[in-house]
């Protein structure tokens, strides 16, 4: 279940007509708290981003499953949009299980380190006019807002 602050901050950007990307950044930007704070681990970089976005979808944010995607990740996407709006509290003794298996992963994830090192790896798999693209973009969100 999700902080309520980070809920809070997610309905604010909502509100604000933000992207749904952000919208789950929030998510993942908690996932990233609760492995530093040592709630619990992950694996990688990669897999603590993934528990954020599956949160995200779960409480109802309209997040887009990438191009490349595998087939069992649109499969774990489509269950979480679907489990946003069948209202059923999730199992008791699943989410422990799964809370106690992310408990005996280390917290290296959530480092400086590896998310950067993620974030070299992500954009390498990028094309050169799909990176200038984002970038293009990003240029004219921020001379609007300064």
């Known amino acids: 279940m999700p902080d ?14 933000k992207s749904a990307s952000t919208q ?7 996932e990233m708290d609760h492995v530093r704070e040592g709630k619990h681990g992950a694996r ?16 109802g944010v309209a997040v887009k499953t990438s191009k490349t995607a595998s087939a069992a990740t649109r499969k774990k996407a489509q269950q979480d ?5 069948d209202g059923r509290a999730p199992s ?17 994830a959530a480092s400086h380190r590896a ?4 974030a070299k790896t992500a954009s390498r798999r990028r094309t050169a006019a799909d990176r200038s693209a984002a970038a293009k973009r990003a240029a004219r969100t921020r001379a609007s807002t300064h």
């Open 4 to 17: 309520r602050a980070t809920q809070k901050r997610v309905a604010a950007d909502k509100r604000k007509g």
């Open 24 to 30: 789950a950044g929030e998510f993942v930007k908690e």
């Open 44 to 59: 990688s970089a990669k897999q603590a981003i993934a528990i954020g976005l599956s949160k995200a979808r779960r409480a």
């Open 81 to 85: 949009e679907a489990a946003a709006h």
């Open 92 to 108: 008791r003794r699943r989410s422990r299980a799964t809370e106690s298996a992310l408990e005996r992963e280390g917290h290296a």
């Open 115 to 118: 998310l950067s090192r993620h």
